[in-house]
């Protein structure tokens, strides 16, 4: 199955697991042709429902929304104010 | 509801009930309906027809967590209209368990007078000669007050910023260490305290009594329903703790809504070397602590102490409002810079907000170079001293503006904004302008909307109602001592049907489901905008400064979209 190439950037606790290098840089990861963002959240063992934000070039993006190749996705978690 | 009233012009103090007109009522809503109630609207913030009102939540010294919060109002000097700034420490609490539901200060004490309000382990005020504090930085003044006083002693005090009267003067509030770090910030509050002639509310913290509990077993229930929610809520639960509101830093700066150097971008260059992420490794690395508890009730323990290379306590809590104006909009992306600022505004007491606006718009002017840190040091420091540069620094941005003759000032109402630009998150723009209380940060964010992508930021579609929304929903839970992030995890019907059984268990009365938020929040509001008719202001002061109209912010290069009367309509009571 041909796949497509994005880099994640985890933000806030999602990125605890990662080292400090692939949390500055982020992580490469190859997923299937035409990832919405609902599978990219599952190829990331992240739950969709969990009020993960995913923004790509200044915008928030919805599940269904397509990734498109070669993009840098941040992950956030939302937040009500500070 | 036992209300003290504290005469400055001869020192008598009376203590009262509060009658029928304040039942049910407490914090902004207490404070807010006072004002508008006692205060003329057109007097003078600084003299004596001014009425400096402390009040508790509804909630607060009860059971409940998270209600820690205590409420200020009067008529602000910085803004010429009504104002509520609340504090969170252990002031709230302690007050609460003393059984006291609002302290009113009226008057203004002789020229050179200072002094402090003690109110002992029964309750009893009394004022207390102040003249050797005078001029005290408030970490050495609170330090002397648990001296005198003994450690469980609650401090609210002014820095020299508020003595010398400047409208970005703070009430700082000492913290479960001890420590003068919360602020009631916004509005120049600490001024109408300077003017009063009131260095600081001196409490006991070993209280007991609260104003009683209608019905304490359903009163336990719906305490466990709300703790329930905020417990599912990930914003308190786990963030919060763990990175505290600076997790907003990152999410903001990627929409492009960060305002920087002055507003005139919307992502800070360098701004992941001074997100929540990079503190948080910064304080683990030194030694510091990302989770704290800084205020009395609290469960969520967004706070953090912020430490120096050699471990030391350099301020607490370092917080996404503060990482802003004092890094964001003066283009400062180093934390120990922002961390001594942030330390050094709560030791003279000023608002970090306003005053990193107001350093921001002297620097667009052409004073200090964005990014000088040392500079922006030196500046705030001259606050502290009441130098003549300081006392235009101090008097807000827009005094600032004035000064350099420069039109780049983000104010409305002369209150700065807050950390989300209104070209790159137009809703805020709609709070910012219909706020009573001038632009800001807790009366109607809407970033959580974004966020959660139920809105779009640039578009204009729904903005108004989320807006209306919240200014109202928030209005109402700013009347019962609890904190921001436990009121946003309240905002769907299920958190305000639990909050209401809270209310209900306490007052012993029945509410309908219109009656909270939704009526309290519009009787607030209602009070709030008309005292502000009263003391002046039209329909021309809901508007944004004109650059917001003008001038695209890149990375998005929109501009503030909406008309007069789109904003006009925002509130249609």
Known sequence: MPTVKVRVKLYGTLGERLTPVERADGVEVEIPERPTVGDLLIRLGISPAGGTVVIVDGRVLAADDEVRPGVLVSLFQAIGGG | MRFIRVNMNDRSIRVEEGGEAYAGLGGRGLTSILV????PAKCDPLGPENKLVFAPGFLTGTSLPNTGRLSVGAKSPLTGGIKESNAGGTIATALARLGITAIIVEGQAPAGELSLLRIDQDGQASLVPAAEYRGLRTYTLVERMLEAYGEKTSVFCIGPAGEHKLAVASIQSSDVDGRPCRAAGRGGLGAVMGAKGLKALVVDQRGKSTDG?????????????????VQQDHMSAEVMPKLGTAALVGAVNSLGAFPSYNARKGVLEGWEKISGEAMAELIQARGGKTTHMGCNQCAIHCSNEFVDAEGKYVTSSLEYETIWAMGGMTGVADLDTIARLDHLCDDIGVDTMSTGVAVAVAMDAGYRSFGDGPAILEMVEEIGRGTAFGRILGSGPAAVGKHFNHDRVPVVKGQSIAAYDPRGMLGHGITYATSPMGADHTAGNLVGAYLEHKLDPLSPEGQIPTSRFLQITMAAFDCMGQCFMA????????????FRKVIEAKSGKTLEPDDFPQGMGIRILKAERDFNRRAGFTRQDDRLPRF?????????????????????GTFDF
């Open chain 2, 548 to 568: 917001f109209y003008e001038e695209p912010l890149p990375p998005h290069n929109k501009v503030f979209s909406f008309t007069d009367e789109e904003i006009d």
């Open chain 2, 487 to 498: 009121s946003v995890a309240m905002l769907s019907p299920e958190g305000a049907e639990a």
């Open chain 2, 36 to 39: 508008n109630a006692e205060v």
């Open chain 2, 213 to 229: 509990i209608a019905d304490p077993g359903a009163f336990k229930e719906a305490v466990k329903a709300v703790v329930a929610l």
